[in-house]
């Protein structure tokens, strides 16, 4: 058993709804199924790619592209979700007799924490880089209570 497996038989059997620990966490554990549910639909092999953390609030996605150029290339953001894919097309006739780079579709999904923002992506040198940053609101930064 896979742990991708473990975690949907485990998001399967945990009743948000009379834990105690689950307190305002719907959309949680939302993300954690949609999260399990696009993982098993996805190319999880192609392209390679790294997270770089570089600090607590900033993260570098980098994913190896070679031989793409920008216009193959999609990246969305949506319902905390980024997605980078490919649509390219191959040409037959340009008389490769090997073919070792890698040039087909792919779809590699994200899912960033509500507090993640995508700040710039850019291709250069056949390496995809994401810019990504969390954004803490005041009222999620650690205060005191003043106590009456």
């Avoid at 996805?42 to 570098?60: A, E, L, M, R, S």
Wanted: aromatic share 10%; charged share 30%; proline share 3%.
């Amino acid at each position: 058993m896979n742990s991708l497996s473990t975690l949907r038989s485990a998001l399967q059997a945990f009743d948000t709804n009379t834990s105690p620990f689950a307190v305002g966490f719907d959309k949680t554990f939302d993300r954690l199924w949609d999260y399990a549910e696009h993982q098993s639909y996805t190319n999880v092999g192609f392209p390679h790619y790294n997270i770089v953390q570089h600090d607590d609030y900033k993260y570098t996605i980098e994913m190896a592209l070679a031989g793409y150029s920008k216009s193959d290339i999609d990246v969305e953001l949506a319902d905390g979700v980024l997605t980078i894919k490919s649509m390219k097309t191959v040409e037959e006739s340009d008389n490769k007799v090997y073919r070792g780079i890698a040039s087909r579709n792919f779809t590699r999904k994200f899912t960033l924490a509500d507090d993640i923002i995508v700040k710039d992506g850019a291709l250069k040198d056949g390496m995809l880089s994401i810019e990504l940053e969390r954004v803490v609101p005041e009222e999620k930064k650690p205060r005191l209570i003043k106590i009456k």
